[in-house]
């Protein structure tokens, strides 16, 4: 009997995947273990080991859409039976993707060429299509998909370069015969379309709130100066991000109705302070996590930090980085932001989002003076955290960045 071949289920909140590669042939032997195929879902790409061994007969192609626990393959005692096996969507047995059909001599364990310039490079077949109708050379890009493969991302990519250098380099016409400019498209795909369809869900699933308060960050300022001054001896430099990451992270285990979710028809009070930091990429926003953040000192929040967001660019993140979030902190006034209403990262029940640092003239003792104030945005749901108890939380954040002595104890 067939050993089948499932989307596993890779989070908490994974209801589908987008297959984007094969890591082995029709036919070809799989040891438990071996990575079998890759997928892709929220903003990363995933390799998925065989748990069972066996002859591959691949049901699904890449580049498809899958539910979790869709089967897209099957695992046979033998080589022959795995050829003429069907599945779900099945084809006539074909050979292996983009070759001629293997002749009946060879051996059924041969190896793949690994890809680079010395074997063949992976293109998914709605890549390869689009590449030659664009006459684009797909071995000529850089793949994002699991082993270097070439997705159809990729391709748009490359596409969307393409154009931006015409129109760059095109030279202009009279503006009486200049033509009316081109639209462009491309397909809603990959992170973008993660990203919009969490943002959707979180919108319709919760009832969002979004309160503010102005904090005085003049302490907080005297603790990174601090920090910078002991930037040897601590072996990293700690940015505000880390600090007021800190302050959430002590607020949270002060609180923990606020470190709570609503799944199905329960609330969840989660034992780990869990916070997620969103990191902008080029193409979108990926939220990494920085676990028991509640139990580390700024230095290491600061170390940890830096480490995510570089693997985060370099798209080196793993799946077990982005899960377990409990709550989540956006820094937008790094690009200059005051405040703004940020959308939850569902399930969690909060996220904190944090405006720029400016001199504002206030009120101290009777007497007006300039002060470093910084604006918070707390985005809640109200299905379980009530304003009242929002505020509490906002106030106990500002107590702590305010009179941050207790984050200074444990400076490194």
Same mark, same amino acid.
């Given at each position: 009997? @067939?050993?089948?071949?499932?989307?596993? !289920?890779?989070? $908490?909140?994974?209801?589908?995947?987008? %297959?984007?590669?094969?890591? &082995?042939?029709?036919?070809?032997?799989?040891?438990?273990?071996?990575?079998?195929?890759?997928?892709?879902?929220?903003?990363?790409?995933?390799?998925?080991?065989?748990?069972?061994?066996?002859?591959?007969?691949?049901?699904? =192609?890449?580049?498809?859409?899958?539910?979790?626990?869709?089967?897209?393959?099957?695992?046979?005692?033998?080589?022959?039976?795995?050829?003429?096996?069907?599945?779900?969507?099945?084809? #006539?047995? /074909?050979?292996?993707?983009?070759?001629?059909?293997?002749? #009946?001599?060879?051996?059924?364990?041969?190896?793949?060429?690994? /890809?680079? &310039?010395?074997?063949?490079?992976?293109?998914? /077949? $709605?890549?390869?299509?689009?590449?030659?109708?664009?006459?684009?050379?797909?071995?000529?890009? =850089?793949?994002?998909?699991?082993?270097?493969?070439?997705?159809?991302?990729?391709?748009?990519?490359?596409?969307?370069?393409?154009?931006?250098?015409?129109?760059?380099?095109?030279?202009?016409?009279?503006?009486?015969?200049?033509?009316?400019? @081109?639209?462009?498209?491309?397909?809603?795909?990959?992170?973008? !379309?993660?990203?919009?369809? !969490?943002?959707?869900?979180?919108?319709?699933?919760?009832?969002?709130?979004?309160?503010?308060?102005?904090?005085?960050?003049?302490?907080?300022?005297?603790?990174?100066?601090?920090?910078?001054?002991?930037?040897?001896?601590?072996?990293?430099?700690?940015?505000?991000?880390?600090?007021?990451?800190?302050?959430?992270?002590?607020? %949270?285990?002060?609180?923990?109705?606020?470190?709570?979710?609503?799944?199905?028809?329960?609330?969840?009070?989660?034992?780990?302070?869990?916070?997620?930091?969103?990191?902008?990429?080029?193409?979108?926003?990926?939220? /990494?996590?920085?676990?028991?953040?509640?139990?580390?000192?700024?230095?290491?929040? #600061?170390?940890?930090?830096?480490? %995510?967001? @570089?693997?985060?660019?370099?798209?080196? $993140?793993?799946? =077990?980085?982005?899960?377990?979030?409990?709550?989540? %902190?956006?820094?937008?006034?790094?690009?200059?932001?005051?405040? =703004?209403?940020?959308?939850?990262?569902?399930?969690?029940?909060?996220?904190?989002?944090?405006?720029?640092?400016?001199?504002?003239?206030?009120?101290?003792?009777?007497?007006?003076?300039?002060?470093?104030?910084?604006?918070?945005?707390?985005?809640?749901?109200?299905?379980?955290?009530?304003?009242?108890? #929002?505020?509490?939380?906002?106030?106990?954040?500002?107590?702590?960045?305010?009179?941050?002595?207790?984050?200074? @104890?444990?400076?490194?």
């Amino acid at each position: 009997m @067939a050993h089948l071949v499932a989307i596993p !289920k890779l989070g $908490l909140t994974m209801t589908d995947c987008t %297959l984007v590669d094969w890591a &082995k042939q029709d036919g070809d032997r799989v040891e438990q273990g071996e990575t079998l195929y890759a997928v892709e879902t929220d903003k990363i790409t995933s390799d998925i080991e065989a748990d069972d061994s066996g002859y591959l007969r691949r049901f699904a =192609e890449v580049d498809t859409m899958h539910e979790v626990g869709a089967v897209v393959g099957g695992l046979f005692a033998t080589r022959e039976e795995a050829l003429a096996a069907s599945g779900p969507g099945a084809k #006539a047995p /074909p050979g292996p993707r983009d070759e001629p059909a293997e002749p #009946a001599a060879a051996s059924a364990s041969m190896p793949t060429p690994p /890809p680079g &310039k010395a074997g063949r490079v992976r293109v998914s /077949p $709605l890549a390869r299509r689009i590449a030659s109708a664009a006459g684009i050379d797909p071995a000529s890009l =850089e793949g994002s998909g699991a082993h270097g493969a070439v997705l159809r991302r990729d391709v748009d990519t490359e596409i969307a370069r393409r154009e931006s250098s015409a129109r760059a380099t095109a030279q202009p016409a009279a503006a009486s015969a200049q033509p009316a400019a @081109a639209d462009t498209r491309r397909a809603l795909a990959g992170m973008r !379309k993660a990203i919009a369809q !969490k943002m959707v869900q979180s919108l319709t699933s919760t009832a969002q709130m979004t309160g503010f308060a102005r904090v005085d960050m003049a302490e907080a300022v005297r603790l990174r100066q601090a920090c910078i001054a002991a930037e040897a001896d601590l072996g990293v430099r700690v940015s505000y991000t880390d600090i007021v990451l800190k302050a959430c992270a002590q607020a %949270l285990a002060s609180m923990p109705q606020i470190n709570a979710s609503i799944i199905g028809d329960e609330i969840i009070t989660w034992a780990d302070v869990n916070v997620g930091l969103a990191v902008a990429l080029d193409d979108g926003l990926i939220v /990494p996590v920085i676990r028991n953040a509640d139990r580390k000192s700024i230095a290491e929040i #600061a170390a940890e930090r830096i480490d %995510l967001a @570089a693997r985060a660019r370099s798209g080196r $993140l793993s799946r =077990e980085d982005l899960d377990g979030g409990t709550f989540s %902190l956006s820094n937008f006034g790094s690009y200059g932001g005051d405040f =703004e209403t940020p959308i939850l990262n569902a399930p969690q029940s909060a996220l904190l989002g944090i405006g720029a640092i400016e001199d504002e003239p206030v009120v101290r003792d009777g007497q007006i003076v300039i002060r470093p104030m910084m604006m918070l945005s707390l985005t809640f749901d109200h299905r379980l955290i009530d304003g009242a108890v #929002a505020g509490r939380f906002r106030g106990r954040v500002r107590e702590i960045l305010e009179n941050p002595y207790s984050m200074m @104890a444990t400076l490194r």
